[in-house]
Structure formats: C-alpha cells, structure tokens
T-cell receptor
C-alpha cells in the first residue's frame, strides 16, 4: 500500500480564496483524521470520521472550515474564505480501529495564505 | 480540555549521551502513544502503552506509562544523530481520538 496520500503537498493562495485539501486514506482503514500543525499550537485534531461519517468536529476552528468524506477512499478539507492565520501544515491520518491502534499519517499539505 | 505538556521543549545533546523526555497531564488516559516526526514528514508511531506502570523497550528507547496513567516518559540511551526529530506524545481517553502533546524537538550532534 502507498500509505496515506495527500494533495497538494504545497499550496499558496491569496486571502479570501477557497482552498481544498485532499486525502486518500489507506484501504481498509475505518477512521480518518484531519490535523493542523503550527509552531504555536502544535498538532491539533480538527475532525475525525468513522466509516465516512463525521464523529467529532469540535476541533474545527470556525465555520470557514468544512470537511467531507463522500466515500471510504477520499476526504476533503475546505477553507472558504481563507485567511493568513490559516497558514499551517495540514495532515490527514487513517487507522484501522482508532483508539489503541496506530494512526498512519500522510506527508501533509503546507498551506500558505498571503 | 485535555492538555498534554511535554518537557523539555527543545533539547540539544552530543551523540552518545542519554536523555529523558516527559509528557504530563492532569487527565487520565486509557492509552498513550509516542510518535517521532522528521522535517517534511508526518509523525510515525514508536509505541503504544495502555497499562499504568507499563514499561516498553525498543532497542535504545525505553517508554514508561505512569501508574496513574496521567504521565509518560521516553528515555533514549546513547543517542545517535538518527534520533534527531520532533517527539510527540498522544493520549486517548475512551474515545477514538488522540490528543497530541506540545512536542519535544531533539537535536543530536555528531
């Protein structure tokens, strides 16, 4: 398996534009997580899905952020409109059962909003 | 809100030295994981501990889960330059999500 695949690896956009980040989890994994990493706040959980259903989105910073998982092999995180403070590395991770099992992370998308 | 504080934040040591990194919380966790992250990559799991007082060894790395399951430590013996990276602890408490600690950035000098 190729692991968790995220695209794009880097994104530079202007303030106010819509940004869509994409993730393909490992086949057979039931859980999918979106994280954001910054120097100031570390690695923060934004939202996670179980069997394509959003379970906990309490970490989503505000209404400008939305996430979907239309099927078991694809998820998106959308920011609309984007702001400079959204600049961060966004990681997607998947795991087989969640809980005590290992989360496999993608390489991340480095987002810069200017 | 569950918080996981790691110390130290930064650590720079010479190759061959020993070090210990700490992960502390006021919350009880049902399990705790340690990850290592290298620049430009996502975190990679090192170990999972689930029992209070548990000690796990992975070659030169020793992980301990506190008796009360609120804290953990990672000890590295005879550090090597390949150990350089960001070390993250992550705790779960009954739900299927892990909260990550603040991280310890380790640099091992040749």
């Amino acid at each position: 398996d190729a692991g968790v695949i995220q695209s794009p690896r880097h994104e530079v956009t202007e303030m106010g534009q819509e940004v869509t980040l994409r993730c393909k989890p490992i086949s057979g994994h039931d859980y999918l997580f979106w994280y954001r990493q910054t120097m100031m706040r570390g690695l923060e959980l934004l939202i996670y899905f179980n069997n394509n259903v959003p379970i906990d989105d309490s970490g989503m910073p505000e209404d400008r952020f939305s996430a979907k998982m239309p099927n078991a092999s694809f998820s998106t995180l959308k920011i609309q409109p984007s702001e400079p403070r959204d600049s961060a590395v966004y990681f997607c991770a998947s795991s087989q059962q969640g809980g005590y099992t290992e989360a496999f992370f993608g390489q991340g998308t480095r987002l810069t909003v200017v | 809100t569950q918080l996981l504080e790691q110390s130290p934040q930064f650590l720079s040591i010479q190759e061959g030295e020993n070090l210990t990194v700490y992960c502390n919380s006021s919350s009880v966790f049902s399990s705790l994981q340690w990850y290592r992250q290298e620049p430009g990559e996502g975190p990679v799991l090192l170990v999972t501990v689930v029992t209070g007082g548990e000690v796990k060894k992975l070659k030169r790395l020793t992980f301990q889960f506190g008796d009360a399951r609120k804290d953990s430590s990672l000890h590295i013996t005879a550090a090597q330059t390949g150990d350089t990276g960001l070390y993250l602890c992550a705790g779960a408490s009954g739900t299927y999500k892990y909260i990550f600690g603040t991280g310890t950035r380790l640099k091992v000098l040749a």
